[in-house]
């Protein structure tokens, strides 16, 4: 650990490639690793998920035995592992039903850069099939209560003078509803003693609401279930208890944090982050700038940079063949891939779709979620045949060719607290259309809106969460299209964007001293 760079516990419930549903997978096998180039001395924290387990078989210890903390929350074992350590061995082991999770690659992902990941071992909680959240029917986890709840705690006992290793964080690090309720912990079990405490809102919609009969299960004091404690509307939340007694809050991008305020996006909880607003910072994430590189992808039929663009032609044939879509140029090429749900505005595009189809405009859409949506996307396909690929499912490859092979890239989401894809898909020279709001915004410059102030944009971008809106910036697309010197200076102005992960681990460094230095949260 350099000298000012604090030791962080990293607590989060997904990790690429292992485990992952969204961008919280990626963030948390990138941040950390970040923050260590930095000089942090970090420890990821993750449940004994049946594929963490398998990747780093060979490399797991016992490091410490954790009773049971209280309430119904059973008793678990700690194994460590170098995160450098995952055994590429494993590649092509065991798929989850549900997809998203368990992905593999030959080598090693995060590479950690000496940071050590900690599995929270109790079986009857973890040792299950599914994904992180789901059961293999597509049902929540009948005990994510106590699953998240042993998780936050564990964090918070990590975190604490009590902690069973002699290793000590100075920063805990919190991602999410899933270890949102560890400051808690740390302040009703611990008198706020210990390390100072930082929650990461990745999407503020999933705040892990449990019945009050929760506090006793989790071995939380009555007096806890206070408007200023962990109650929200008559319920326990993890994600607002989290908001309440962290020191330091974080959201993904500067947009997000600032619309998190307003009753627009702040689902109920912006009195509570306006209250807080001094606290909180919205740093925009990085992406995965080795995995997602154009350049290198060997995921994709042909690689290709900003000065061989044309090559980019072969990588949308490809993806034409793959998908069955009708070998032609010369017709855009949409591409999607997304989890299907509200937020992501896909509904937007269904409006659209048999009308794009009609014109000869070809979609590849990847994705998996809300059965409506999916049916409705099926349907799609079905009635345009050649020109609508629909793919339910999770595959990290077909995300790869998608993004290098489509013309554009569409997120028209409702909300988007940061965004990955619109990130790969600029950097893979397929301009992306999307909605101005969160990560999106920050991101994503109208082409057409920067030309009429002399400046160079990277996509196209649409206000209203209305098909008509998506509509017009997909016709500006298509015009922009169609005039190749100007498409090559939007394509290599997305190329061109820098996406690496240093200026969001030093932001974040800062917010760590920032809350090691200042006053702390009822302590
Ligand atoms: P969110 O976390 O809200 O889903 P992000 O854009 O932050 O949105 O991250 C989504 C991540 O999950 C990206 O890495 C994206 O490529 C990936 N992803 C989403 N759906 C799929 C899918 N069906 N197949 C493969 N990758 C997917
Ligand atoms: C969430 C958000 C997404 C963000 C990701 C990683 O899943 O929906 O916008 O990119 O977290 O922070």
């Known amino acids: 650990m350099s000298a000012g760079a604090p030791g962080v516990l990293f607590a989060s419930s997904e990790l690429s490639p292992w485990v992952k549903t969204g961008g919280l997978g990626d963030v948390s096998a990138a941040l950390p690793a970040a923050l260590a180039a930095c000089g942090c001395e970090v420890k990821l924290l993750l449940p004994a998920y049946p594929a963490l387990r398998e990747a780093f078989a060979d490399a797991l210890v016992p490091r410490a035995r954790i009773a049971p903390p209280g309430g119904e929350l059973p008793g678990a074992t700690l194994l460590g592992a170098p995160l450098a350590a995952a055994s590429g061995a494993s590649a092509g082991a065991r798929q989850e039903p549900l997809g998203p999770d368990a992905r593999r690659r030959a080598s090693p992902g995060p590479s950690g850069a000496g940071a050590e990941l900690l599995l929270l071992d109790a079986p009857e909680l973890f040792d299950r099939p599914g994904n992180p959240y789901l059961d293999g029917s597509g049902a929540d986890h009948p005990d994510n209560l106590l699953r998240f709840g042993l998780l936050s705690r564990v964090a918070a006992l990590l975190a604490s003078p009590e902690s069973p290793l002699a290793w000590r964080p100075q920063i805990l690090h919190c991602n999410d509803w899933q270890t949102g309720l560890a ?165 937007l595009l269904l409006a659209l779709a048999d009308r794009l189809c009609a014109d000869g405009v070809q979609i590849a859409l990847l994705g998996s979620g809300e059965a409506e949506l999916q049916a409705g996307w099926q349907a799609v396909a079905a009635r345009h045949p050649g020109r609508c690929a629909v793919v339910i499912g999770f595959d990290e490859t077909l995300a790869h060719r998608i993004e290098a092979g489509a013309d554009l890239f569409v ?31 920050d991101t994503v410059r109208d082409a057409d809106e920067a030309q009429r102030e002399g400046a160079q944009g990277n996509g196209f971008v649409f206000d209203a969460a209305e098909p008509a809106a998506l509509g017009d910036a997909l016709a500006r697309a298509f015009a922009a299209l169609r005039d190749p ?25 800062g917010l760590m001293q920032a809350a090691l230095a200042g006053p702390r949260t009822r302590s």
């Open 183 to 347: 400051p808690a912990f740390l302040h009703y079990l611990h008198d706020g003693r210990g390390a100072a405490s930082l929650l990461t809102v990745h999407n503020l919609a999933f705040m892990g609401l449990f019945g009050q009969e929760a506090l006793a299960a989790l071995g939380l004091p009555p007096q806890a279930f206070r408007f200023d404690g962990v109650e929200f509307h008559g319920r326990l939340s993890f994600l607002k208890a989290g908001l309440q007694f962290s020191d330091r809050i974080a959201t993904v991008s500067p947009s997000y944090a600032r619309e998190i305020l307003t009753a627009e996006f702040g689902c109920g909880l912006e009195g509570l982050l306006r209250h807080r607003a001094d606290r909180l910072a919205g740093i925009l994430n990085g992406i995965d700038t080795v995995d997602w590189n154009p350049a290198e992808d060997r995921r994709i039929a042909v690689r290709y940079d900003a000065n061989s663009l044309a090559r980019k032609a072969d990588n949308r044939r490809d993806l034409q063949q793959r998908l069955g879509l009708a070998p032609q140029d010369g017709v855009p090429l949409l591409g999607v891939v997304s989890r299907l749900t509200g937020q992501k505005g896909l509904d």
């Open 411 to 441: 997120m028209p989401s409702r909300f988007e607290p940061c965004g990955l894809n619109q990130m790969y898909s600029l950097r893979y020279g397929t301009p992306p259309v999307v909605r101005r709001t969160g990560g999106l915004a």
């Open 485 to 509: 010197p100007r498409w090559r200076a939007i394509q290599r102005a997305g190329m061109a964007c820098d996406f690496g992960w240093e200026p969001a681990a030093r932001a974040y460094l």
